[in-house]
């Protein structure tokens, strides 16, 4: 019933660019915070960029200059553009939405599959 769903994942070449996005379901009383985390074969799940609902951002350092996340707030929508994609990139993505600043990010998408080649 309460789940993201998040679209645009695929295969690119590094270089290439991509887009995600991902839609909160109305059933979801509020949403304060939104963002993106990605979780590579290996590797811990990690933050890559969060927004506010006033707007401010943070992204991890590794996709600083080559990331943008943005949202509309009206619509509970969010989406990462991503450019220059890097090999190391590759991942499942995930989006996530905190509904207040007191709470943890709680309600997460299924996850969609990231692959860029080299």
């Known amino acids: 019933q309460v789940q993201l769903v998040e679209s645009g994942g695929g295969l690119v070449q590094a270089g290439g660019s991509l887009r995600l996005s991902c839609a909160a379901p109305?059933?979801?009383?509020?949403?304060?915070?939104m963002g993106w985390y990605r979780q590579a074969p290996g590797k811990q799940r990690e933050l890559v960029a969060r927004?506010?609902?006033?707007?401010?951002?943070n992204y991890a350092d590794s996709v600083k200059g080559r990331f943008t996340i943005s949202r509309d707030n009206a619509k509970n929508t969010v989406n990462l553009q991503m450019d220059s994609l890097k090999a190391e990139d590759t991942a499942v993505y995930y989006c996530a939405i905190q509904e207040h600043p007191l709470l943890p990010f709680n309600y997460w998408g299924q996850g969609t599959q990231v692959t860029v080649s080299s």
């Open positions: 109305g059933s979801i009383f509020s949403v304060n915070a």
């Open positions: 927004i506010t609902r006033g707007g401010s951002t």
